[in-house]
């Protein structure tokens, strides 16, 4: 069964950095691009960065790009987004989703439970 | 940066009826690398549909999929109490970003 269970979020002061975290299992995570998508309370969604199944391509939206850094350690199942200079428009729910395949950003079959972020003072 | 429009906004139908909803792309969707989402209160969005038209993994036959280009249509052929919820396309052809539409909410009329 694919599970994505991600965490590391909560509250943070404007200008702060967050670390989330996302374990994959149940699918062999190397051989899928994974996605970051968010949800700001009552908005739709955003899609926010994606990762080549090996890692070797990265791709971010205009909105994050230069103060969020996605990465992937294949050995342990793990996705992970680095957040820094976080501002309240990055309030949101944080949800990690796999790809269909190696270089599939969207159409993306699982996605986990979502983990909320909270940029206040 | 391919922007989708998905109309209506909301969507008042009674369970058995037939909805029809809309997500037009600013451009041409490369493959037609357009997908679309169910997203009920609280939950993480479900896939329904990929390749425009293609079924995802035990999504019922009353949910279909076409369209090409920059004209695409989700339609829910007789509506079953848990389809009330908001719908979400998302086109992921071209390079990034991978761009959602703002959302259809199916609500009960």
Redesign the interface.
């Known amino acids: 069964e694919v599970q994505l269970v991600e965490s590391g979020g909560g509250l943070v002061q404007p200008g702060g950095s967050l670390r989330l975290s996302c374990a994959a299992s149940g699918f062999t995570f190397s051989s899928y691009a994974m996605?970051w998508?968010r949800q700001a309370p009552g908005k739709?969604?955003?899609?926010v960065s994606?990762i080549s199944g090996s890692g070797d391509d990265t791709?971010?939206?205009?909105s994050v790009k230069g103060r969020f850094t996605i990465s992937r350690d294949n050995s342990k199942n793990r996705l992970y987004l680095q957040m820094n200079s976080l501002g309240a428009e990055d309030t949101a729910v944080y949800?990690c989703?796999k790809g269909?395949g190696g270089y599939?950003?969207?159409?993306?079959?699982y996605?986990?439970?979502?983990t909320l972020v909270t940029v206040s003072s | 940066e391919i922007v989708l429009t998905q109309s209506p906004g909301t969507l008042s139908l009674s369970p058995g009826e037939r909805a029809t909803l809309s997500c037009r792309a600013s451009q041409s969707v490369r493959s037609s690398?357009l997908?679309w989402?169910q997203?009920k209160p609280g939950q993480?969005?479900?896939?329904l549909i990929?390749?425009a038209s293609s079924r995802?993994?035990a999504i019922p036959d009353r949910f279909s999929g076409s369209g090409s280009g920059t004209d695409f249509t989700l339609t829910i052929s007789r509506l079953e109490p848990e389809d009330f919820a908001v719908y979400?396309c998302?086109?992921?052809?071209s390079s990034?970003?991978?761009?959602?539409?703002?959302?259809t909410k199916v609500e009960i009329k």
């Open positions: 996605s998508v739709g969604l955003e899609w994606g791709y971010y939206a205009d949800y989703a269909r599939s950003y969207g159409g993306n079959d996605w986990g439970q979502g | 690398y997908a989402y997203q993480a969005p479900r896939l990929y390749g995802a993994t979400y998302q086109q992921y052809g990034p970003p991978w761009t959602f539409g703002q959302g």
